[in-house]
């Protein structure tokens, strides 16, 4: 457990994060260069068409440095300010974030607010700024900008380029020495916190989890606390970033649980998952979700606007 670090990535729509995310991947071997297009981690045809992360993407990396193996979870987060619970269950999950600015644009409001919540959970923040390879990069005037609003050391900002891998290296690094491994958990209660979910036809609801005490493992029978519902366990495994099938998940990892659940409703993110018949008190932070739907319309001709 002490060589893994769970981290995640802060960062305003447009300031380079899933380029950031794909140079991380191609560093750590994780994709090979041939099957790496970019913004790897944005899935969905519309994120691809329009460059946001809308759904986030959780992947786990290996790293070796001076002579040891790593593990490396990255959450990817969505930067959009309707997420905010969803983001603060993900930065839950994990024990630092790499706060990424643009040299060209500065901080920005999401950043701060998405700041605030990785503050509250007592993150460890590696500040970043990127695009310095841009004509318009105001890199000296962006560093002060951070210190001041962000209250860090000037010597902790690392300058990068996330589009031509310059520094990247610098950013991994820094995880590993800055970026505390996972503490023990209770080896005996299962808690698993659902930072996301996703359905599929034969698995039913699949829950993205960070697994914060005890082991699960396939066919275990499983108790979620906010909905009191039960399953039993259809699969386990890790992001690669493809779902991969392991025999178990441990304290400290964070992968999916293929919950064989057919309504969506029942897998809520923030939601503990715990072992049935050893029900515990569940992790902290836990809310009722909010359904929200949003629409725009627009005319075909823009002149019948109003």
Known sequence: MHNIRNFSIIAHIDH?????????????????????????????????????????????????????????????????????????????????????????????????SNLRLAKEQNL???????????????????????????EIDKKKIIKISAKEGTNIEMILERILTDIPSPKEGNPKNLKALIFDSEFDSYKGVIAYVRIFDGTISQEQKIFLHATKTNSDVIEVGYFLPVLTKKKSLSAGDIGYIATGLKDPRFVRVGDTIMVRGKETVPLP????????????????DANQFD
Request: no cysteine; glycine share 6%; proline share 4%.
């Open 124 to 150: 460890v923040i590696i500040p970043v700024i990127n695009k310095i390879d841009l004509q318009n990069a105001r890199v000296g005037e962006i560093e002060e900008e951070m210190i001041r609003i962000l």
């Open 285 to 300: 932070g836990y809310k009722e979700p909010l359904s929200v739907v949003f629409a725009s319309f627009y005319p075909e």
């Open 16 to 112: 380079g994060k899933s380029t950031l995310a794909d140079r991380l991947l191609e560093l750590t071997g994780t994709i090979e260069h041939r099957k790496m297009k970019e913004q790897f981690l944005d899935q969905m045809e519309l994120e691809r068409e329009r460059g946001i992360t809308i759904k986030l993407q959780p992947v786990r990396m290996k790293y070796s440095h001076n002579g040891e193996d790593y593990i490396l979870n990255l959450i990817d987060t969505p930067g959009h300010v309707d997420f905010t619970y969803e983001v603060s269950r993900s930065l839950a999950a994990v024990e630092g974030a790499i706060l990424l600015v643009d040299a060209t644009k500065g901080v920005q409001a999401q950043t701060i």
